[in-house]
């Protein structure tokens, strides 16, 4: 990704046309991309502008070698690029969950990046998932997250878009009057926490309290193995030590859920159970999750 001079956000498929190296590595301030390998320099417009030994090529045409572009769109501070050149825009994408997190009290244009998680878990990255699409074992697995919200289903809502679905589950009162030993003081501009999937591997967290929100990819590193990578962001005033409170309290879950889904991957890989059972009010999430995923994979759509 770039932003050149004339100010524009670009990206590119990072791989240069010349023999198919990787042009660029890391984070930085450049005015020209160059490929380790043979040194062709490209502009941060991604078009070709010097291959060494070019002039002793007759018929050298720099003008069809740029970099391959890719859609890139921005939403708060987050950037979204998509390979695909027939995708629709970014806010299709979103359907209706910018507005339901604008709703809920965050003002997603003034949070600022704060740091960087990755919990690796050997799982297939569609049982990390559906086990985020659920909190149907919240009572049960995660005693301090549901101190702290109320994943009652009559109170916790489920929400189904076309690609994107959400859980929105309210504070308790109990955790806010401090009588209920919630994990951290949630009294704040958040009065909910949410919980938005977007298809097919992005999922966006906001707890209760302060203004915060954290953005996490579920990338399969192979058919067994998910990281998921966290970025948080939190808003400009906010205390260092109600930042720790919140990630500690995210991380906790975390950590929770990182052992059930290891522990459905082994019951699975059991083969013994050919199929599950979902529950149609608690697990409809579920079920539009794996429609999704049922209609890419026979292209049904
Ligand atoms: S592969 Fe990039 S310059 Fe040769
Ligand atoms: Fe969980």
Same mark, same amino acid.
């Given at each position: ?18 023999? !198919?190296?990787?042009?660029? /590595? ?7 991309? /160059? ?15 010097? @291959? ?16 391959? &572009? ?14 695909? &050149? ?6 299709? @994408? ?13 003002? =997603? ?76 003081? @949630? ?6 926490? /949410? ?12 707890? &209760?309290?302060? /203004? ?8 399969? =590193? ?44 082994? !019951? =699975? ?27 890419? =994979?026979?292209? @049904?759509?």
């Amino acid at each position: 990704m770039t932003r050149a001079g004339d100010g524009e956000l670009r990206a590119f498929v990072n791989v240069c046309r010349h023999r !198919g190296h990787l042009v660029a /590595q890391g984070a930085g301030c450049r005015e020209t991309l /160059q490929c380790p390998y043979h040194a062709w320099t490209y502009e941060l417009d991604g078009t070709l502008r010097r @291959a060494p030994r070019s002039e002793r090529e007759p018929e050298f045409d720099p003008s069809g070698l740029s970099l391959l &572009p890719v859609a890139v769109d921005t939403w708060g501070p987050f950037v979204f690029v998509n390979p695909d &050149p027939d995708a629709g825009p970014l806010h299709e @994408a979103l359907e209706g969950v910018p507005q339901m997190i604008a709703d809920g009290g965050l003002d =997603l244009d003034s949070v600022r990046f704060h740091s960087h998680h990755e919990w690796e878990q050997q799982v297939n990255w569609k049982v990390a998932l559906e086990n985020y699409l659920e909190c149907y074992h919240c009572p049960v697995a995660h005693p301090g997250f549901s101190k702290m919200i109320d994943v009652d289903p009559d109170s916790y809502s489920l929400i189904v878009g076309e690609k994107t679905s959400s859980q929105l589950g309210p504070v308790r009162a109990s955790a806010l009057d401090g009588s209920g030993r919630a994990p951290y003081d @949630a009294r704040g501009d958040v009065g909910q926490s /949410q919980y938005h999937f977007i298809w097919p591997n992005t999922t966006i967290n906001i707890a &209760p309290g302060p /203004q915060n929100i954290s953005i996490e990819r579920w990338v399969p =590193l192979g058919a067994k193995t998910t990281v998921e990578v966290t970025d948080y962001f939190f808003g400009p005033d906010i205390e260092e030590t109600t930042i720790q409170e919140v990630i500690a309290f995210d991380s906790q879950v975390a950590e929770e859920d990182v052992a059930l889904v290891m522990a459905v991957q082994k !019951g =699975l890989d059991s083969g013994a159970v050919k199929q599950g059972k979902l529950m149609t009010e608690s697990e409809r999430l579920i079920a539009s999750f794996q429609r999704n995923v049922y209609d890419a =994979l026979t292209d @049904a759509r």
